[in-house]
């Protein structure tokens, strides 16, 4: 599967240019032959939006949402997108997988809620493992922080994984989690790892950008720079079984003696 990975800035708390950010991505990802989509964490509205988070909340399946599913049909190519989850009282970091033909395929909360902001704006969630299939390959998501904790991507490698979609708002001087984390939590649990960062200012944060995806085998098959970029990659079952037949690691686990850690 050829994949696209928006590294995007944004204009905080409008949501209609984080659409038409999207639908100017998706354009240009299809017109080179994409079939999916990834935009960074709360792609939507930007994440430096404080305490206007709560107002810019949305249902799952609420407008914003069928305006991406709109966006989809029209480029025939499914999308993951971020964006603030209204569920009744509760609002949640979330992100959502869009298939090329509209419809909703998957739907996932952030777990690991990270610093002061996040853990005052959001409820976490509690579903590990979302995943949703698309030509042949199962996608997973998580969100920016959860990607720093290897048992969330050993999670995702256990139950099936080939491509993990993890939209981020990564900060300077944080620089060394998309170099070094990324590349090695691909690596140690054997699945393509696709990381996708916002870049620039917003409020008090300075994104670092770097997107990329790294193989099962470790290798960073694209990669970023600091300002607004699109790349493209192709991502493979059969690099998985290779990696996999190289370095056993999810084989020669031995669970029993891992019981502490729970």
Do not use: W
């Amino acid at each position: 599967m050829r994949i696209a990975l928006a590294q995007m800035g944004g204009v905080p708390a409008s949501a209609a240019a984080g659409l038409d950010a999207l639908e100017r991505a998706a354009a240009d990802a299809s017109r080179q032959d994409a079939r999916l989509l990834i935009t960074p964490e709360l792609s939507l509205t930007g994440y430096a939006v404080g305490d206007r988070t709560a107002a810019l909340a949305e249902p799952a399946d609420g407008p914003a949402a069928h305006r991406v599913a709109g966006i989809a049909a029209r480029y025939g190519i499914a999308v993951v997108h971020g964006y603030p989850e209204r569920a009744g009282d509760a609002v949640h970091n979330s992100v959502r997988l869009t298939g090329p033909d509209g419809a909703a395929l998957a739907d996932y909360r952030k777990t690991h809620l990270f610093g002061g902001f996040e853990r005052a704006a959001f409820t976490p969630g509690d579903i590990p493992v979302v995943q949703a299939d698309l030509d042949g390959l199962r996608i997973g998501l998580l969100i920016c922080y959860d990607v720093e904790f290897p048992e969330a991507v050993r999670a995702h490698a256990l139950a099936g994984t080939h491509l993990l979609a993890v939209p981020t708002a990564l900060m300077r001087p944080y620089e060394f989690v998309a170099q070094t984390l990324v590349p090695a939590r691909a690596y140690e649990s054997q699945l393509h790892l696709a990381y996708v960062n916002r870049h620039g200012a917003e409020g008090e944060y300075h994104f670092a950008g770097l997107s990329c995806l790294a193989g099962p085998d470790g290798a960073v098959r694209a990669r970023a720079g600091t300002g607004e970029e699109l790349l493209f990659a192709d991502v493979a079952s059969a690099l998985i079984a290779a990696a996999r037949a190289e370095t056993p690691y999810l084989s020669d686990r031995r669970p029993e003696l891992y019981r502490s850690l729970v």
